[in-house]
């Protein structure tokens, strides 16, 4: 079975600071991809970043970039100089050969000014 | 539609009464995902289909929880007999791809409550 954890219930982050979420995960799959989702209160789900496990490069979308770490089974997601706006949950997922997708529980992010 | 589209957005159901959600995915996604959202919590899963197929149930808490998707496209999401433990908000996704590659694009939700 596939897990996927998240151990910061929460964190506060200054603005135009960079932020690493943390994400490990555990599966026997050699095929899987992961991806980071954001939740913010109002409740929409939005895609940020993903990560196959056969890419050799670690996966960047703007300011975000996955800190992939194979060996070590995680899969840590950065936000760089972070914005009010970035104020949200923030969901580690993985996705397996079979394509079910399933999350962690998640991290609480308040960028203050 | 350009998104997935899920009704209705809000339920409020008395305690014993049956509710059915239902989801609208993107079209010509082949996957579909339901997911169940308690407040503050990460989305759990419930089920997943690849065009109608039904691969996995393994995540609906009971056998008041049952869903289909019978021709490959619309999907809804029953439950019988509400309980107050139902009370969460039901995600519902969909994806083209079956692979572990390609997002899933999520719509709204649906929040039920039981009263």
């Known amino acids: 079975a596939q897990k996927i954890t998240q151990t910061q219930p929460g964190m506060f982050v200054q603005e135009k600071e960079a932020v690493t979420l943390d994400c490990t995960y555990d599966t026997s799959d050699p095929s899987y991809g992961l991806f980071w989702y954001k939740q913010p209160s109002s409740g929409e789900m939005i895609f940020l970043i993903y990560q196959g496990s056969y890419d050799q490069q670690n996966a960047t979308e703007g300011r975000y970039s996955l800190n992939f770490q194979k060996a070590r089974k995680s899969a840590n997601l950065v936000i760089s100089a972070s914005q009010l706006g970035d104020s949200a949950m923030y969901f580690c997922a993985m996705r397996d050969s079979w394509g079910k997708l399933q999350f962690g529980a998640g991290t609480q992010v308040v960028v203050t000014p | 539609g350009a998104g997935v589209s899920q009704s209705p957005r809000y339920k409020v159901a008395k305690r014993g009464q049956d509710v059915a959600l239902r989801c609208d995915p993107i079209?010509?996604?082949?996957?579909l995902f339901w997911y169940q959202q308690a407040l503050g919590q990460g989305p759990e899963f419930l089920t997943y289909?690849?065009?109608?197929?039904?691969?996995?149930k393994s995540g609906l808490p009971s056998d008041r929880f049952f869903a289909e998707r019978p021709e490959g496209s619309v999907s809804t999401l029953k439950i019988q007999r509400t309980q107050q433990e139902d009370s969460a908000v039901y995600l519902c996704?969909?994806?083209?791809?079956?692979?572990?590659?390609?997002?899933?694009?999520f719509g709204e939700g649906s929040r039920l409550t039981v009263l």
């Open positions: 079209s010509g996604h082949v996957s």
């Open positions: 996704a969909s994806s083209s791809g079956t692979g572990p590659v390609g997002e899933l694009f």
């Open positions: 289909f690849q065009n109608e197929a039904q691969l996995d």
